[in-house]
């Protein structure tokens, strides 16, 4: 099992930025695919990046790419989101997820997720 607990949501104005973070307990977190998708009200979750187990590949949704940034410290058993040029449509529930695949970017690829840090960017 892996436990895993966000943080770093809350209320930013457009243009501005966040950082989440999602730090993992349980089972070598280390071997496993990281990812942050994002759900927005009344929509479906959405694939927003992901990083294999050395962080040595990324993928991007493409809506995303460019603002941004996934990264992992294997260290602290910890993964971010920086979050750069933030807009309204960014707006959602973000989810931390861990896959043992390693390219994953489906919400069935991903054996377990934490609880969601709601991100709100105002106008």
């Known amino acids: 099992q892996v436990q895993l607990v966000e943080s770093g949501g809350g209320l930013v104005q457009a243009g501005g930025s966040l950082r989440l973070s999602c730090v993992a307990s349980?089972?070598?977190?280390?071997?496993?695919?990281m990812g942050w998708f994002r759900q927005a009200p009344g929509k479906e979750r959405e694939f927003v990046s992901a990083?294999?187990?050395?962080?040595?590949?990324?993928y991007d949704a493409a809506s995303m790419k460019g603002r941004f940034t996934i990264s992992r410290d294997n260290a602290k058993n910890t993964v971010y989101l920086q979050m750069n040029s933030l807009k309204p449509d960014d707006t959602g529930v973000y989810y931390c997820a861990a896959s043992a695949s390693r390219r994953a970017t489906l919400t069935y690829q991903y054996d377990y997720w934490g609880q969601g840090t709601q991100v709100t960017v105002s106008s």
């Open positions: 990083i294999i187990w050395d962080g040595g590949n990324t």
């Open positions: 349980g089972r070598t977190f280390s071997s496993y695919t």
